[in-house]
C-alpha cells in the first residue's frame, strides 16, 4: 500500500532544560514518514532551501520514504524555533521562519496520483484542496489542521473537510471549530461536515476517537523521561496511517481498524519524545513495539 503524505520538511531549533539543539531535523512530513517505520511505500511531497543537508533526505530514504516529491530551490528551508517550559509540555515559540515553505506549491508526481491513503498535514486549506484535487481516488484521505487556519481561513477549511475522512485536531481547536464546547458534540458537529471519524489528540492525555459505530478513548503512555516532544503528533498520524494500510481499510470499513490503528499511533507517537528531533523514533525495534503496545493495553484493560 502506498501512502502520500504532503507537508513540511524543516529544521527545528530546541531548547530545552536538558540542552539546545540546533537546526535539527523536523517539520511534519519527516515525523509522518519516519513515524511509517517502513511498513509501507511512504511518498513525501514538500519544499527545501538549499541549505538544507543531503544527509538529511538521505536519512528519510533510508526509512522507506521517497523523497523524490521533495523539491529544492534556492532560499532558506523553513526553520520553527521554541524552548520548552519545565512540565515539558508548555512551549513558547521564539521564531518561525518560513523561508521557502512560504511559497510552497505542491507538485504530485503523475505516478503519484493513484496513491491508496493520502494524510494531509497541516498547511493552508487551499493547499490540501489543491492536492486531493489532483489524486485519483484515495481509499482514505486523512486531514490535520490548526487554530490559525480556523481563524482565518474558516471558509476555506469547511470547503476541504467536506471532502476527507478524518481529521485530526486537538481538543482546543475541535472547540474552536465548532463553538462546542463539549467533545461529544464538537465531534458530531465536525462530522456533518463531512469526515465520518475524528480524532480529538489531549496530549499527555492521550487521544479520542469518534468513529462511526463507537467512541474510544487511549491513555497517552507514561514515559519515564521526555526529552524532546516536538513532533510527536506528526508521529501519531503516521503510526496511524501506517496501520490503517496494512489493515487495507477504507471510508466504508467499521470502526474496528481504526481503533486498532488509535493503539499504534498512540504506541509510535510514545518513542518520539524519548530523544531529540527523530532519534526516538529511529530507535523504535519490533520487541520494544511489543512491550509497549502490551503496556498500552494493560492500562485499558484491567
Known amino acids: 500500500m502506498s501512502i502520500l503524505v504532503v507537508g513540511s520538511v524543516a529544521y527545528d531549533t530546541v531548547a530545552t532544560t536538558r540542552e539546545t539543539r540546533e537546526r535539527q531535523l523536523g517539520g511534519s512530513a519527516s515525523f509522518f514518514s519516519i513515524a511509517t517505520l517502513g511498513a509501507a511505500e511512504v511518498r513525501c511531497v ?11 533526505l538521505d536519512l528519510l530514504a533510508s526509512r522507506g520514504a521517497d523523497v523524490s516529491g521533495i523539491k529544492r530551490v534556492a532560499g532558506k528551508s523553513f526553520h520553527w524555533s521554541g524552548r520548552y517550559h519545565d512540565d515539558m509540555i508548555e512551549r513558547d515559540t521564539l521564531a518561525t521562519e518560513l523561508g521557502v515553505f512560504a511559497d510552497f506549491q505542491p507538485e504530485i508526481p503523475e505516478s503519484w496520483r493513484g496513491s491508496e491513503y493520502l494524510f494531509l498535514a497541516n498547511i493552508h486549506p487551499s493547499l490540501q484542496a489543491h492536492v486531493l484535487e489532483a489524486m485519483s481516488g484515495p481509499r482514505l484521505t486523512a486531514l490535520d489542521t490548526m487554530n490559525l487556519w480556523i481563524e482565518t481561513t474558516p471558509n476555506e477549511l469547511r470547503t476541504i473537510l467536506g471532502k476527507v475522512d478524518v481529521l485530526l485536531v486537538n481538543d482546543g481547536e475541535a472547540r474552536q471549530l465548532t463553538g462546542k464546547r463539549s467533545l461529544a458534540h464538537a465531534a458530531e458537529a465536525i462530522r456533518a461536515m463531512g469526515p465520518t471519524r475524528v480524532i480529538v489528540k489531549k496530549g499527555e492525555h492521550g487521544a ?7 467512541v474510544l ?3 497517552a503512555i507514561i514515559l519515564d523521561d521526555v526529552v524532546d516532544p516536538t513532533g510527536a503528533g506528526d508521529s501519531f498520524a503516521g503510526g496511524f496511517m501506517r496501520s490503517l494500510a496494512l489493515s487495507g481499510a477504507d471510508r466504508s470499513s467499521d470502526d474496528t481498524p481504526y481503533r486498532q ?42
Open 46 to 56: 514538500g519544499v527545501v532551501g538549499d541549505d538544507f543537508k543531503q544527509e538529511d
Open 208 to 214: 479520542l476517537l469518534f468513529g462511526t459505530e463507537s
Open 217 to 219: 478513548a487511549v491513555p
Open 261 to 302: 490503528a488509535m493503539l499504534d499511533g498512540t504506541v509510535t507517537a510514545s518513542f518520539c519524545p524519548e530523544g531529540f528531533s527523530v532519534e526516538g523514533l529511529l530507535g523504535i525495534d519490533d520487541a520494544g513495539y511489543q512491550k509497549r503496545m502490551n503496556t498500552l493495553r494493560g492500562m485499558m484493560v484491567p
